[in-house]
C-alpha cells in the first residue's frame, strides 16, 4: 500500500506562486508514475501534470502549461512537487497526487488511478 499526504496549498493573489508537495509513504513511489490532479467547486476532477518513473518525461494540461512544473524526488524524500507559478483565480481548486503502475501520458486521459492523496487547497485571489 502507499499512502500519499499533499501539502503547500493555501491562499495567494493572482500572479502569485504556490508549491506543492506529496509525501508518499507505505513503500517507495519510484515504480510509479506520479501526477497531479485537481478539483474545482462543482466540477469534475481534472488532470494537471504527471511524471513518468525514471523523471524524464513530463506531461501538463494545456491549461498550465508554461506555468506548472511537476518534479519528483524518490531518492531521500519520496516526494513529488508541483511547482505552480502566475497563480490565476481559475486555478483555485483542490489539488490531488496521485500514483498508479501505468504510463504518465495515460494519467493524462484516465480517472482511475492505483493511489490518491487527499488533497489540499488551493485558493487564488484575484
Known amino acids: 500500500q502507499v499512502q500519499l499526504v499533499e501539502s503547500g496549498g493555501g491562499l495567494v493573489q493572482a500572479g502569485g506562486s504556490l508549491r506543492l508537495s506529496c509525501v508518499a509513504s507505505g513503500r517507495t513511489v519510484s515504480g510509479y508514475a506520479m501526477g497531479w490532479f485537481r478539483q474545482a467547486p462543482g466540477e469534475e476532477r481534472e488532470f494537471v501534470a504527471a511524471i513518468s518513473r525514471s523523471g524524464s518525461s513530463t506531461y501538463y494540461a494545456d491549461s498550465v502549461k508554461g506555468r506548472f512544473t511537476i518534479s519528483r524526488d524518490d531518492n531521500a524524500k519520496n516526494t513529488v512537487f508541483l511547482q505552480m507559478n502566475s497563480l490565476k483565480p481559475e486555478d483555485t481548486a483542490v489539488y490531488y497526487c496521485?500514483?498508479?503502475?501505468?504510463?504518465?501520458?495515460?494519467?493524462?486521459?484516465?480517472?482511475?488511478?492505483?493511489?490518491w492523496g487527499k488533497g489540499t487547497l488551493v485558493t487564488v485571489s484575484s
Open positions: 496521485a500514483a498508479d503502475r501505468g504510463t504518465a501520458q495515460a494519467m493524462s486521459v484516465r480517472n482511475g488511478m492505483d493511489y
